[in-house]
């Protein structure tokens, strides 16, 4: 069954540094999102991007972060100066259309910002 | 913007019997509703969802049903087993994919 892979597992960055997250998508679908999930907090949404621009983002989702999908399968999200409150567990998810709704997730990358 | 309130936070139930999550949500205009399974080290999978139009779902052992007027859906499982254990996210959302989470119910299947 297809699935989403995020890379890596685990990060761990000092603050202040910069941190790219991968994924990969399932592979004929189209839109793509970023949700995180600090610990004990609920999930929440940062980003959704279609045909190579963002389509929607949250509050959260400052100038330090930026998403990219920089050739046919990867699709990243940037922080440029991670903060300690940047630390939580990222998800990557994606989509066939936005009518069909049903995202599909990956393991996540926990980040960890000392 | 949408809100979404999740208990009990802990269920623990006796294999066999049944467990039920139940969700509150704010926003009138959502129109879908899916329910997330977590197991440990892995992202959430999607079990079930329902749309506003649909009052009742059911798939095996799981069903969820909507409320729209009391603004609350449930998700019911029934015959547990053991490998039901888990956290389960209610989440809902309107057309644009942005979902609401609510914050996850840890439930325990007691053999």
């Known amino acids: 069954e297809p699935e989403v892979t995020q890379t890596p597992s685990h990060q761990v960055t000092q603050m202040g540094q910069e941190v790219i997250l991968r994924c990969v998508p399932i592979s004929n679908h189209l839109y793509f999102y970023w949700y995180r999930q600090i610990l004990g907090q609920k999930v929440e949404f940062l980003v959704s991007?279609?045909?190579?621009?963002?389509?929607?983002k949250s509050e959260i989702f400052d100038d330090q972060f930026s998403v990219e999908r920089p050739d046919g399968s990867n699709f990243t999200l940037k922080i440029r100066s991670t903060k300690l409150e940047d630390s939580a567990m990222y998800f990557c998810?994606?989509?066939?259309?936005?009518?069909?709704?049903?995202?599909?997730f990956g393991s996540g990358t926990q980040l960890s910002v000392l | 913007g949408e809100n979404v309130e999740q208990h009990p936070s802990t269920l623990s139930v006796q294999e066999g019997d049944s467990a039920v999550i139940k969700c509150t949500y704010s926003d009138s205009a959502s129109n879908y509703f899916p329910w997330y399974k977590q197991e440990l080290g892995k992202g959430p999978q999607l079990i079930i969802d329902?749309?506003?139009?649909?009052g009742e779902k059911k798939d095996q052992r799981i069903a969820v049903t909507l409320n729209k007027t009391a603004k609350h859906f449930s998700l019911h499982i029934t015959e547990t087993q053991p490998e039901d254990s888990a956290v389960y996210f209610c989440a809902a959302g309107y057309g644009n994919n942005r979902l609401a989470f609510g914050k996850g119910n840890q439930v325990v299947v007691i053999p």
């Open positions: 329902i749309r506003s139009n649909v």
């Open positions: 991007f279609y045909n190579n621009e963002i389509s929607e």
């Open positions: 998810a994606s989509s066939q259309d936005s009518l069909n709704e049903k995202l599909f």
